[in-house]
């Protein structure tokens, strides 16, 4: 974080061993690096108790392990998503406080149990099968120091379980909605609440769902006017976002 | 509906004039419509009340005022669906009982008053855009012989507009929801009511909507199983289909 | 079904040990289900002798048993869809009385023998890799208390399979088409009947028959006024919006 | 929003009039909305501020002005979008105080001058093009009482140019980041700041843009973790998610 | 047609001018055309009573009518496709012979009236809106020398009118199908003869039809083996191909 | 073959048992296949040689082996297309002269020894992946009692391999043109025969390749006329309209 | 050019006005695009002879006047592409020396007649429709400094054309194909030559081209492993990438 | 390589054994590609470094080892992508000197080490998961005779990782970038160097990255004019296409 360089080339121009253009010139060939990190430190102090994370997926267990235990260095917490046993097998060995969230296919190390997060992040899932991917923004929303309430299995079509929770809707100061097939919960949960919402579709349906597709456009389309998309089964994204629009 | 020409074959048969195998080989050669028609007759008689319809649609007024004009030679009822004011005036210098249904865009002769239809049908549509197809669901279903009950701009994003009329909605024996952008009204109509229910997608919305292909996408998986689907924008389907359901 | 709450309410009023005021307060943040199940409950007449159903699919055989065996208290007839072999092993160790349907893949329970539907469903499957679909709209309807006729192998190719059953056809109160690859029986089936016709695309086909797409865009279009689909595979969704139909 | 009718069924239960049993059947069978509007009335405080929108395309200059007065007479703010030089000619008429805001194609009538918004606004644009989508989202943040600042021109191609603001950024506290053709931006600006980033993709570019769907995929498979989209062109829905977000 | 080149070449070998080694040396850096003109030219014979073909469409009346009366004079006959009334007048006023098809929006020169089609080309046509597309084929096929039957408005869904037809229809060499929305026809019509069917999807239908992919999707689907397919609304290639195959 | 239930109606007609509307009247009400069969008879004749034909994909070896014996009993050919080598030994022991073409994954039984074709079909593939789906045109073809050639790797990008063979092409009556990738073969064969091509296109390539779309939408597309296309991977379907145009 | 501002940072460090860890301090806080601007300044001079560009398609004519009147003080080159002669005769007036090419829709500035490029870009289109992309590309390669060889017309169905060319094809550095429809003929000039060629989709077509997605796909998928692609109608694009290339 | 009947040919001329008439006449019989392949020989030159490729996905390894002796014969380099350590223990067996590149799954036999390459080909890409299509590029362009620098994870939401290698950048003469997800790095990348890039779309990410389709539309959309796009995934293809503009 100090960029010695540049503070050199400024104590050759003191002492009189560089003119200031011939300074500017070699400014000119300096690494990018050095200077743009500093200058794009000033947001890095926001980004306390941000995890650090890794997509385990299309990874061996050895490289998650090898990837996970560096991170960990770094003495934040840290997170792994889409991460099969094996692979948290092989970073357990490493790290013996990584814990496993098997919903969420979440592996986790969590040691800043500070919260960051002012209110409750509510997480709502329409379906069962869409649990795993409402359980990634969980375990995202917690592991970036949120109080997460999640709500199972409310579905549009049985829209009064949606209205018994209305009242605890009402104590979110962020939402996330995940859901798969035609994806309508977000716009009948966002015309209920007056915080943002984050809508997730997943990829649950078959035929004309087309793995999320139909879920996603209705989410896009929605007719309440405080919903914002992230991808398909993204859980860990709504999770980030939601974390983001908390610390506010 | 007077298949002489096979009379006369059994005549000539009965007479000596023709053999039983020559006939069977004449049989073989007569145009198979006269027959055809005879058998596939059986339902016409379902047919009753049924209206003749024209989609006017890319046709010039004067096509359609002569078509029209064809049509209610038959007697019964007559639709014209998509059709303009010029197309209505053309219709209206032929047959002046024709009216003109101007939010349905649709030409109606109305000479059959029975009423067909068993109870009410409820059309609900999402917002004022979706009216037009909503109105052109109701032209049909009124041309049919049904009672029509129009509950309109119940959008999912203001679910309790929706609750406010679910006493009204129980009252339907078949109902028909329309609906743009997200579509996800017909699941959580289809979650409220016991009855059939079908959707029809609109092409109202922008972006991802993709001029309807979002509604139709979010109603054909729809998570209420008493849901089924028309093209997108074809209220003259819905109202067809609510009314022969509305007949048993 | 009981509003216990709500008349407790109400008594305390009675008593003077509430003020309508206070009343109309606690009212507000009652949990807003028991009111909500108490309206909606007028359509709860309509859905005697609907089964509780499970969607089978990406279920452990543990699950399906567990969620089967819980639904069957409830005393009416249960059905599992897209069910496995393994699946039904587990349920059948805890519900004796449970059969497997393999052809439909679905697990049946099935203890109300009622027959609900007023006439006959006719379902008509155009291919032999077309019936598992059209099996599971069979049962789905059978379970619902409907007499049933499968019509098996009627392809548009061979148009006169389909004329030599016109016959039956017209026997029929409501039909269901099931087809892949060009999803055209529908429109024929749709012209030669006066009754609802309930098409299901199916996902058989290879190239450009897209999982169903095809057959699903032809059936949105048909050309018969009396045809709306349901999703791509969705035996299911058939034989209930039928099943409904059928009670009218 | 004062739930009269509930009140009088207690009074008449306290002097006797109705039994308790009466009431709960009474209660029953009152218009849902009553009772709804009041419960769902907690998050209505939320809502100060939040003005009344109207989507005007499609709609005639009459139809916009009378509902836009209608509108004005809550005493709130008023937006109608996407709307027309003549159709701000109607509302004009109508409503003195009206402007319009060209760039943005926007009708705003602002009689709430409060600040909701804690932090600024930043909404960043990609081309010239994509500016009247940008100052619809402007206008919607500033009508919801935030401060806003928009900078124009900010291309991926021309990094620098977003660099040389990176000071600027860090400053917003919730951002808006408007691109069409590769929709690349929000990855990038996601990537330097530590806020909520809201992308809209913009129906810009030509060919294989398919008017906006490259924008839309891009933004959606965003490598930055801050971000959540909103459908194509849709200017307003960032503004009110991110005024939403700038009010906690 | 007279390869002069390359005689001229043999001629400076025979005369002693030219060594062998140098000819092959020259042929190598001979224009091609020449020799691959000559050598292509065997199926030419093939080629009489081929019309000369401009697709008339996005080119100005003076260009159509320049391009027409260059290729009139070959002397065969001329067709010009997708031509406007104005295109026709500038052709007319050029090539006294010129005919104008109206319905097929076709400009003929039909010179060569000799018969090159063995047998009837059959053309179906589904609805009033396909007839153009079906007109295209009709003119592109008796221009190329062949008798044609056009039959009109032959829909899926009134089989029966199909089958009145079917004595006519086996009296067809090659048959040409065109329709729209859910283009079920060419299976049933593949599925009554035993000729091969051009299938030719036109745009006709709206909503999910999607200007003829519905239709197009359904024909390459289809189940009738003898079905091969051509371009949305390509009545020329239909014409074209049946042509070719009833020469054979 | 004989229709006897319509005989007997004569002659009881003859002996006076019946009036001749009576037997129009029974007539109307005999099962519609037996006349209809006898009416369909005429093109049955065009059927000499035709193979009886199964798709073999998603059965099992015992229900190819039953319907395969089943349909050998006709004493014509008969062919099963997508055929793995178990469902051949389990149709090899039911009838010992079926034999396994490995490369077309094809059963062939070949009893009927006639040729049926006229002249020669030429069969070309662009990459050596496409030879599976250009061999199974090849035994259809054959099976169908054709003279068949078939070119190998003949790809655009190396066009001199095609133009050595143009000589050969010039002799073929029909010929089938199998490409992946960019489908653009047939436009370039197209373009150097005077006969109909038949385009397959197949699902060889990768990423944008789309599983044979491009490939599709390319010869769709094809800038010469003489093309018509079939399903992705139909080497089946192009086998058997070649053989039917080859027959005229 | 000169970073004024930096250097007086470095005058105040050398007069001891400034410490070094100041300066360094200061210059965190410095606007980037300074120092940006000239780090990225190395690759400027690459850019000589480079055009400034305007996109005209959507601006007003006097949008596009300023805009090209300001870029015209730089004293290179000036390109607006896709501009209507309204847009050009706002440009005249503005400055005298622009022309317009009206094949290729463009405004064109020449001042720079230097030649950068080393030898021949040959532009190869396919059809007549597709030359204004072509053209495109050939002022933009003309602009930057080329020798461009434009052929016209070489379909792929009339391979002998592009054979004749194949001389003159050899003698270019670089390719440009333009095609439309089946978008094949990249594939056959790519196998023909040696060196890099550059596709372009174009929009030409109707039916199943949809608006160049299929010439698109095509050559994504080209089986000549030298042809990279650019966006559908983007002549501009080809023109630049092939410019760029010819300098090396 | 020689013509040898082409000069047999022009023997019998000069022997006075042909007339020029009769040797005209059999030249048009003589197989094409004797003289086409000379023709073609010009730019056969330009190709020399340039491997033998195949293409070893969906072949066995017995047919890759087959393969790739039999080109190995050839005298240079030989390359096999897509290639499975089994493959490569086929071909080993064969050709000792055979390598493989794991993380390119690509065989190597270099034999040719001249350089053909005149400067630096810069490959970068975004993720760990999009090394391997990347190393793909670096093999084929190695192979073909360039220095290669392969820039690792640089992604669009880490700029300044990008920015600290600008220096680097700029000192490629060509560059090739590879991305998933949303495929912004080319449109960052072409701004920042003044050098033709070759785009690769890679099939990473998940949900509506659609398997490459969100970065193959991002990049050919890209905003920076200097980038050109091959197949997703195909590192080969954008290897081969610097190699080939690298050595102008």
Redesign the interface.
């Known amino acids: 974080m100090n ?1 010695d360089s ?2 050199k080339l ?2 050759q ?2 002492h ?1 061993n560089l ?3 011939g ?2 010139d070699r ?3 300096l ?3 050095d ?6 430190d ?3 102090a ?2 306390a108790g ?1 995890p650090e ?1 890794i997509l385990a ?3 061996t267990p050895a490289q998650v392990a090898q990837i996970f235990s560096r991170l960990a260095r770094h003495g934040g917490n840290v997170l792994a998503t889409r991460a099969s046993k094996e692979q948290y097998a092989a970073v357990k060995k490493k790290i013996k406080a990584a814990e496993y969230r098997e919903l969420a296919r979440a592996i986790v190390l969590k040691r800043d149990h500070n919260k960051y997060g ?2 409750v992040i509510a997480i709502v899932s ?2 069962t ?1 869409d649990i795993p991917v409402a359980e990634e923004a969980v375990v995202t929303a917690e592991v970036m120091g949120n109080d997460v309430m999640h709500l199972y299995d409310i ?7 949606l ?5 605890t809707l ?1 104590r979110a ?2 939402m996330i909605v995940c859901a798969g ?4 919960l977000p ?2 949960v ?7 919402v ?1 809508a997730v ?1 997943t ?1 649950i ?30 859980g ?3 999770g ?2 939601a974390s ?3 610390r ?1």
């Not at 200077?35 to 794009?40: E, M, Y």
């Not at 966002?190 to 943002?196: A, H, K, Q, S, T």
């Open positions: 960029p540049i503070r400024f104590e121009v003191r009189g003119s200031p253009d300074a500017v400014l000119r060939h690494p990018f690096e200077l743009g990190f500093a200058k794009l000033h947001h890095r926001l980004r941000m994370v997926e299309n990874k002012k209110g329409a379906g099968s579905g549009v079509a049985g829209i009064h379980r209205l018994a929770h209305s009242e009402t100061r962020v097939m035609e994806g309508a716009s009948v966002g015309g209920l609440v007056g915080v943002p984050i579709p990829s349906g078959y035929g004309a769902a087309f793995k999320g597709v139909a879920a996603l456009l209705g989410m896009m389309n929605s007719c309440a006017s405080n919903v914002s998309v992230v991808n398909i089964d993204n860990f994204g709504a980030y976002v983001l629009i908390n506010l």
